[in-house]
C-alpha cells in the first residue's frame, strides 16, 4: 500500500501546500489547483507508482488554460437506438478493433463505436508501426506480458488480413564504452529473467559492415532480429473489416455522451450522438478518453495523462538510408529518465524513412497539431544514427497523442465500481504490438461473462481472412495485366506518387466500413501519401468521389462532415470533362 | 509483344509536344506519353494570357499555346498514347525498355533515347515546415488552380496566399475574380518570385497587398482551415518572435517553389545538378546518361512557356541525331557566384555549337551586371544588362565555335557586377 503521508510530504515540498493526497478504495486521488500542466503531470507522476493496480486519479483542478471538451460529431439521428447488443465496444482504434474481432468468433452480437469518421484517427493512426520486442521492459508488467505474446502472433494475423507487415529487425545502439559490461549482463538479464530470447549483443565492426549507413561513432549495440513494422492504421482498418465481415455492427461518427447505470453500479444504457444503446457488456477501449467513460460508468479509477508525439515520414527516395529499425541511447545519469525511448529511425513498411515520435505531456487529448520543435528534436536525434537522415527529404508529420496512465501500464480488468464495464485502458507503446494478444484475453473475459446470463457457442462459419484492395504496383506485368483486361480502370493511374489506380480507388470505395472521403481512400490504399502530398491527385479523387457517391463535388469531404473542400461553382460553372 | 521506337518522349505538356515534333522532323520514330487523357500538360489550366509574347509575339491563353503545338503534333501523325503511365525504365543494350500501364494493359517499349518532359511538381506546406492542424482548405495554388478552372469549383471564399511565385500570383487574381477575397500575398523572401509583369498585372492592379519577409508560420481549424498566423522574417527568413498576427481566413494557398519531376531519370542515375534540382545536361540536353535527355520544367523551372517548348525542341533534335549515333566530347561550363545557375551545363564538341541557347539565372538581384563566357581566358560572349533578377530568366545565344575548344578548356559563366 503506498504511503501516503510520504506522498503528501513530498508534495507540500515541490507544490508548497496546493496540492492534497488521500487513498480511499485503492484510489490515490490527487486534489488542490494548479496553473502549470507540467505541475499537474509532475504532482501525479510523484503520486503513482510504477505499475502499481493503486491508480493516481487526477483531480487536480488546472487552472493555466481551458481544456477543450471531447470532440463530438455533429451527426444525430438514430442509427443505434434501441440497439441491445451483448458487448459494445467503444473506440475504434488498434485495441477495439482487435477485441471486436476476437468477440466476432461467438455467437453473441457485437457492436464497435467510434467517434471519429474513421478507424483509426486517434493514436493508432499516428503510430510509428514499429512491432515491438519488449527489449526495454521488466517482467511483471502487462506491457511485458502482452508485448512478448502479441509479437509472435504478427505473422498469422497480417498474413490472415491481408496486411504488409516485415521482420525487419531492430537495433538499439549506444556510444559510450563504459555501458560495454552493464549493457551485455543486461540482455543476459532480459533473455533468462524477461523472456526476451532474440537479443544478441553487437560489435561495432558487424554494425558497419551489417549497417554502413549507421553513424561512425556508435560502438556496440542489441540487435533485435524479430522487431517488425506494420502499417498502423491499415492494421487497425483491416481488424474492423474483418470483424464486421464476420457479423460485428460498426458504426462511425458515434460518440458516447453520457451513461445510466443502475443501483448494482451496471451499465443500463449508453447515450450516443445516435441514440440509446442497451448493452450488456462494454468493454472501454476509448484511447484518451477512457477515463472520461469510466467517469461516465462512476468507475474512474486511473487517470489517463495525454502525451503527444510527432514523426516525420521521408520521401521514399531517401529509403537506402536504412533498411531497419534503430535509434542511438545516450545515457546521462545526471538527468532523470524521461518517459519515452527517444523514437527512432525506421524503414516503413512502404519503404518511406520515418524519424520520430518525441514525447510532450499535454492537458488537451486532441491536441494533434505539430511543432516545429518536435521536427527539430527528433531530427538532432536521429542524425546520431543515421547521419544522412535530413530534414530536407520530410514530405509530411503528423501528431498523435497516447493515453498513459500514472502508474504507466495497461489497465485491462473489470470494473471496480461498474459490474459490466472491461477496461481496456492506458494502452500506448507497445499497444500496437500487444493488442492482438490482449483482445484475446479480453475475448475470454468477456465471453465467460456473457456465458453467466446466456449460453455462448463459437460460430460454426469465422473466416479469418480478409481481402484488401488489389495492389496493383506490386504485381508482376502479366497479373497486372490480367487485372486491367477485367477491369480497364486498374490501368488508369490517379496518384502517381504511390502508382494507385482509378480502378483501385473505386474498389476502395465499394469496401463495407470505407467512408467515402479523401482521408479515408488515402489511408487505405495511399493516393495523397507520396511526395507531392495530393496535389495532384487530390482533384481527380474528389471528382472520382462525387462520381461514384452521385454528389455534387462541393459535397465531397476530406475527412469530417465540416471538412469542406470547395464551396460550390464558380461563376463558370462545372465543366463536364 | 515488344514495340519499338527511336525517341521515348514522357510527357505531353509544352516540353514533350515540342521535343516530340522536333524529333520526328529529324527524321526519328517518336512515341509520346501522355499519363494525363488530354495532351498540353499544366497549360490545360492556364487559362490566363501571357503565353507565346517570345516565341509568336501575340498574348496567348496557355489552351491556346498548347493547341498550335497539338494542332502540329496531330497533323504529322506522330504517335501518342493518353491515359498511359511509365511504371519504370530500364537500360537494356539497345537503349532503354520502359514498361507502360494504361486501359490496355502493361506495354514494353524498346527505345534507343528518351526525352523526360516530365515538369515539375508543387513544394507543399509540410515542405516549407508549416505547421498546426491538418484541416482541408490548405492547397497549393496548381491545385487550387486545377479545382477552380478545370473542375469549375471554388476552393475559398476568403484566403492566405504564401508565397509570390507566379502561379500565386495568378491565383490571386483569378480568385478575386471568382469573388473570393484575397486578403494578401506574403513572401519570405525580401524580393517578390514572380515576374515583375505578374505583381502589375495580378497583385496591384486588384488591390491585393504583397507582404514581403512575411511568413505563415501556423494554420488553425480541425475540420476547415479557419486562420493562418503570420510573421515578419529576419535577414534569415526566421520568423521574429512578437512580429505574429492571425488572420482569419478559410484556405491558404501555397506558392511556394516548384520542384522539377525527375524520379524516373534518377531510378537511371542520372547525375542531378543540386541548383537546378534537373539533370545535368550538355548543350543538347543530353544528360549524364547517354540517350537519356531531358527538357521544359523536368530540366530547370522556365518562368516563360516559350523556353520550355525550345528546350523540348533542342531535346527532340539532338535525341534524333543520338538514334543514329555519334561520339560525344562533353565539356563542362563552370559558372561564378553570382550565378545561381547555367543551363545546359556541359557542350558537346561533336555536334554544331554556333548557335547554342543558354539559360542562366542571376543569385541576387543585380544592377548593372556584364554576363561572359569565357574559354581559356578569351571572351566568347559578353552581354551587359541593366538589372539581372533571379525570378527572371535570361536567355543568351553563344556562338562556342568562335574558339577551338578542347576536351580540356576551361570554360567559364561569370557575371560581373559594376562596384563589386
Given amino acids: ?577 | 509483344m515488344i514495340k519499338t521506337c527511336d525517341v521515348l518522349v514522357i510527357g505531353g505538356g509544352p516540353a514533350g509536344l515540342a521535343a516530340a515534333i522536333s524529333a520526328h522532323k529529324e527524321g526519328a520514330r517518336v512515341v509520346l506519353v501522355e499519363r494525363e487523357a488530354r495532351l498540353g500538360g499544366i497549360l490545360k489550366q492556364c487559362i490566363h494570357d501571357g503565353f507565346g509574347l517570345v516565341r509568336f509575339n501575340e498574348k496567348l491563353s496557355g489552351p491556346e499555346y498548347a493547341e498550335r503545338f497539338i494542332d502540329e503534333f496531330r497533323e504529322l501523325g506522330i504517335e501518342s498514347k493518353l491515359l498511359t503511365f511509365v511504371t519504370s525504365l530500364e537500360r537494356i543494350p539497345e537503349g532503354f525498355k520502359a514498361t507502360l500501364v494504361s486501359r490496355d494493359g502493361v506495354e514494353v517499349y524498346e527505345t534507343k533515347t528518351v526525352i523526360l518532359a516530365t515538369g515539375c511538381r508543387e513544394r507543399t506546406s509540410k515542405q516549407v515546415f508549416i505547421h498546426g492542424t491538418r484541416p482541408a482548405g490548405i492547397f497549393t495554388a496548381g491545385t487550387a488552380q486545377h479545382f477552380t478552372n478545370l473542375l469549375g469549383q471554388l476552393p475559398t471564399k476568403r484566403c492566405v496566399i504564401l508565397g509570390s511565385g507566379d502561379i500565386g500570383l495568378i491565383m490571386a487574381r483569378r480568385l478575386t475574380l471568382e469573388g473570393a477575397e484575397v486578403v494578401g500575398v506574403y513572401e519570405v523572401k525580401p524580393t517578390p518570385s514572380g515576374l515583375t509583369r505578374n505583381i502589375h498585372q495580378c497583385l496591384n492592379d486588384y488591390n491585393i497587398p504583397l507582404h514581403l519577409s512575411h511568413t505563415v508560420t501556423r494554420v488553425f481549424g480541425q475540420d476547415r482551415l479557419t486562420a493562418v498566423e503570420i510573421a515578419e522574417v529576419d535577414d534569415h527568413m526566421k520568423p521574429i518572435s512578437g512580429t505574429e498576427e492571425i488572420i482569419d481566413c478559410d484556405a491558404l494557398i501555397l506558392s511556394v517553389g516548384l520542384i522539377p519531376e525527375n524520379e524516373i531519370a534518377e531510378t537511371l542515375d542520372v547525375q542531378i545538378d543540386p541548383r537546378t534540382k534537373g539533370p545535368i545536361c550538355d548543350a543538347h540536353l543530353m544528360t549524364t546518361v547517354p540517350g537519356i535527355f531531358s527538357c521544359g520544367n523536368a530540366l530547370h523551372v522556365n518562368d516563360l512557356v516559350d523556353y520550355v517548348s525550345e528546350s523540348g525542341e533542342t531535346a527532340g533534335k539532338y535525341a534524333a541525331h543520338f538514334a543514329i549515333g555519334t561520339d560525344r566530347v562533353p565539356v563542362e561550363i563552370h559558372p561564378n557566384e553570382n550565378i545561381l545557375y547555367i543551363v545546359p551545363q556541359r557542350i558537346d564538341l561533336s555536334e554544331d555549337n554556333h548557335e547554342t541557347v543558354v539559360y542562366f539565372r542571376s543569385k541576387e538581384v543585380f544592377e548593372k551586371a556584364t554576363f561572359r563566357i569565357v574559354a581559356d581566358g578569351k571572351t566568347l560572349f559578353e552581354k551587359r544588362y541593366t538589372f539581372l533578377k533571379p525570378p527572371e530568366m535570361e536567355k543568351v545565344v553563344v556562338d562556342f565555335a568562335s574558339f577551338n575548344i578542347r576536351a580540356n578548356t576551361a570554360i567559364r559563366a561569370e557575371v560581373e557586377v559594376e562596384g563589386q
Fill in chain 1, 1 to 577: 500500500m503506498p504511503n501516503i503521508k510520504k506522498i503528501q510530504r513530498k508534495l507540500d515540498k515541490k507544490y508548497g501546500g496546493k496540492v492534497q493526497v488521500t487513498l480511499e478504495d485503492d484510489i490515490i486521488r490527487l486534489t488542490g489547483e494548479l496553473e502549470n500542466w507540467s505541475d499537474v503531470y509532475g504532482a501525479c507522476a510523484m503520486a503513482a507508482t510504477k505499475r502499481s493496480n493503486v491508480h493516481v486519479v487526477n483531480d487536480i483542478k488546472f487552472t493555466g488554460a481551458e481544456v477543450p471538451p471531447m470532440r463530438v460529431p455533429s451527426l444525430t439521428d438514430n442509427a443505434v437506438d434501441g440497439k441491445t447488443p451483448d458487448v459494445l465496444v467503444i473506440g475504434g482504434g488498434i485495441s477495439g478493433c482487435a477485441i471486436a474481432r476476437e468477440l466476432s468468433k461467438w455467437d453473441m452480437s457485437v457492436m464497435l463505436i467510434e467517434k471519429n469518421p474513421d478507424f483509426a484517427m486517434g493514436a493508432s493512426g499516428a503510430n510509428d508501426g514499429e512491432v515491438h520486442v519488449g527489449f526495454d521492459l521488466s517482467k511483471g508488467s502487462l506491457k511485458q506480458k502482452y508485448v512478448l505474446l502479441g509479437n509472435k502472433l504478427y505473422d498469422k494475423l497480417c498474413a490472415d488480413l491481408d496486411v504488409p507487415f516485415r521482420r525487419e529487425g531492430q537495433y538499439v545502439l549506444f556510444t559510450q564504452w563504459w555501458l560495454f559490461v552493464p549493457l551485455f549482463f543486461f540482455v543476459l538479464w532480459r533473455k533468462y529473467h524477461d523472456g526476451v530470447k532474440d537479443s544478441h549483443f553487437v560489435l561495432r565492426g558487424k554494425i558497419r559492415r551489417d549497417q554502413p549507413t549507421f553513424d561512425k561513432k556508435i560502438l556496440f549495440g542489441v540487435y533485435n532480429d524479430t522487431a517488425g513494422v506494420v502499417c498502423p492504421y491499415g492494421l487497425t482498418i483491416a481488424l474492423a473489416e474483418n470483424a464486421v465481415e464476420n457479423g460485428v455492427e460498426a458504426y462511425l461518427n458515434t460518440a458516447v455522451l453520457s451513461m445510466d447505470t443502475n443501483e448494482n453500479g451496471g451499465i443500463v444504457a449508453v447515450h450516443t450522438n445516435r441514440g440509446t444503446i442497451k448493452p450488456r457488456v462494454v468493454v472501454n477501449a476509448a484511447g484518451v478518453f477512457a477515463d472520461d467513460i469510466a467517469e461516465m460508468a462512476h468507475d474512474r479509477f486511473y487517470s489517463i495523462h495525454p502525451r503527444r508525439g510527432t514523426n516525420s515520414i521521408q520521401d521514399r527516395k531517401s529509403a537506402n538510408i536504412i533498411d531497419t529499425v534503430a535509434s542511438v541511447q545516450h545515457v546521462n545519469l545526471a538527468l532523470a529518465k524521461s518517459h519515452t525511448k527517444g523514437g527512432g529511425l525506421m524503414r516503413t513498411v512502404h519503404d518511406n524513412v520515418l524519424a520520430g515520435p518525441d514525447a510532450v505531456e499535454t492537458y488537451a487529448k486532441e491536441d494533434t497539431a505539430t511543432h516545429p520543435e518536435s521536427i527539430k528534436v527528433t531530427y538532432d536525434k536521429q542524425k546520431g544514427t543515421v547521419p544522412l537522415a535530413s530534414e530536407r527529404d520530410i514530405i509530411t508529420y503528423f501528431t498523435g497523442v497516447r493515453a498513459p496512465t500514472y502508474e504507466e501500464d495497461f489497465v485491462i480488468e473489470w470494473g471496480r465500481k461498474c459490474s459490466n464495464m472491461l477496461h481496456c485502458s492506458g494502452i500506448q507503446s507497445p499497444g500496437l504490438t500487444a493488442a492482438p494478444a490482449f483482445a484475446l484475453d479480453i475475448e475470454k473475459m468477456v465471453v465467460e461473462r456473457i456465458a453467466l446470463i446466456k449460453p455462448v457457442e463459437k460460430k460454426q462459419k469465422w473466416n479469418p481472412v480478409r481481402h484488401g484492395v488489389p495492389v496493383l504496383k506490386d504485381m508482376s506485368p502479366a497479373k497486372r495485366a490480367a487485372y486491367i483486361q477485367k477491369n480497364p480502370d486498374y490501368g488508369v493511374i490517379i496518384c502517381r506518387c504511390e502508382e494507385i489506380s482509378k480502378g483501385e480507388i473505386i474498389d476502395c470505395l465499394n469496401r463495407p466500413l470505407c467512408p467515402p472521403t479523401v482521408d479515408a481512400i488515402k489511408k487505405r490504399i495511399r493516393p495523397g501519401m507520396g511526395r507531392c502530398q495530393g496535389g495532384f491527385c487530390s482533384p481527380l479523387i474528389t471528382k472520382i468521389i462525387a462520381e461514384h457517391e452521385d454528389i455534387a463535388l462541393s459535397d465531397v469531404r476530406k475527412s469530417t462532415a465540416e471538412s469542406v473542400i470547395c464551396f460550390g461553382e464558380t461563376k463558370g460553372g462545372s465543366t463536364n470533362d
